[in-house]
């Protein structure tokens, strides 16, 4: 295989089980330094395609470069290089967490503080508390201090926020955007379109275990060149017009109502938006 920069390089990778082709020959170039978001709806391939790449499953066919190493041959060095957060939880229900987070950051050869860890996923308050004892949510964030204690290379994290309230979410995106300003690699899956929004620096959309489309948040099925729409409200009722010149859309509403335009919106289509459409387009190529 050649040599790359990338964290990761993957051609044509397919993964069966039994009955069914989970992965149908995708390929995926992860940059170093970057957070790259696999979305897709239930049973795409997502995880599947993590697990290959975290050396957890075996491809059936592809080339398959994890941080310069084939993940069916990585060893011990090598899986030390990753973190890993994985949809379901392990469990270690008599250890506190300060104890279990201690542990992991044991199997490590330079490993983050453990205190700090426990600080930056917000569960300081929790640090003596039994493991069994978290709510489905602190669990969630003491699986993430699990997957970063090692200082990890590479952070794999698959839908981590699940079960997270808004300020714990936001406390998460914070603590990834301090990994990536350290170097840090990541790949994340999840169902918030929002939380790649904010967090990626491109994006992959995978549905039925192919590759659909990749391209940065801004940038994703033309979202950039999408025109907007301005909407008001006036005397006859709600209006809306579609346009790709809203400043001069607004400016005309400005001098047309002598100043403050009545509920005056300008939308731009979401990421939600784009992805829904992207998706909906390949159904209807089924049907
Ligand atoms: N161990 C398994 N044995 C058989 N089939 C499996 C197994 N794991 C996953 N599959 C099937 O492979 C396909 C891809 O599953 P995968 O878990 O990779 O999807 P996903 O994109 O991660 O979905 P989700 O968003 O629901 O987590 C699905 O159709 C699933 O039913």
Not at 27 to 33: A, E, F, K, V
Not at 48 to 69: F, K, N, P, Q, W
Not at 203 to 212: F, L, N, P, Q, T
Not at 225 to 250: I, N
């Amino acid at each position: 295989m050649t040599q790359t920069d990338d964290a990761v390089r993957v051609r044509g990778l397919v993964k069966r089980y039994p009955g069914k082709v989970a992965v149908a020959g995708v390929d995926l170039d992860i940059h170093r330094g970057e957070v790259f978001a696999l979305l897709g709806p239930n049973g795409a391939g997502k995880t599947t395609t993590t697990e290959v790449l975290e050396g957890y499953r075996r491809a059936d066919e592809g080339e398959i470069s994890v941080l310069g190493v084939d993940p069916g041959k990585g060893d011990r060095v090598w899986r030390s290089r990753l973190g890993i957060v994985a949809q379901t939880s392990r469990d270690e229900a008599e250890l506190t967490v300060a104890e279990l987070v201690s542990h992991y950051a044991g199997y490590y050869p330079a490993p983050r503080d453990a205190d700090e860890v426990i600080a930056s996923v917000g569960l300081e308050e929790k640090r003596r508390t039994r493991t069994r004892k978290l709510s489905g949510g602190q669990r969630r964030r003491l699986d993430v201090a699990l997957g970063v204690v090692g200082n990890p290379e590479l952070l794999f994290l698959d839908e981590p926020t699940t079960g997270f309230d808004p300020e714990a979410r936001r406390q998460f995106w914070t603590l990834i955007e301090n990994l990536r300003t350290e170097g840090t690699t990541v790949l994340l899956t999840t169902h918030y379109l929002d939380e790649a929004e904010h967090l990626a620096d491109r994006v992959g959309v995978i549905a039925d275990g192919r590759m659909i489309e990749v391209g940065t948040p801004e940038t994703l099925g033309g979202r950039g060149a999408r025109t907007a729409r301005v909407s008001w409200l006036d005397a006859d009722g709600a209006h809306e017009v579609r346009t790709d010149r809203p400043t001069a859309e607004v400016a005309a509403l400005m001098a047309r109502f002598d100043g403050e335009v009545p509920e005056l919106e300008i939308r731009r289509p979401s990421l939600e938006d784009i992805y829904l459409e992207l998706i909906a387009s390949l159904e209807g190529a089924v049907r």
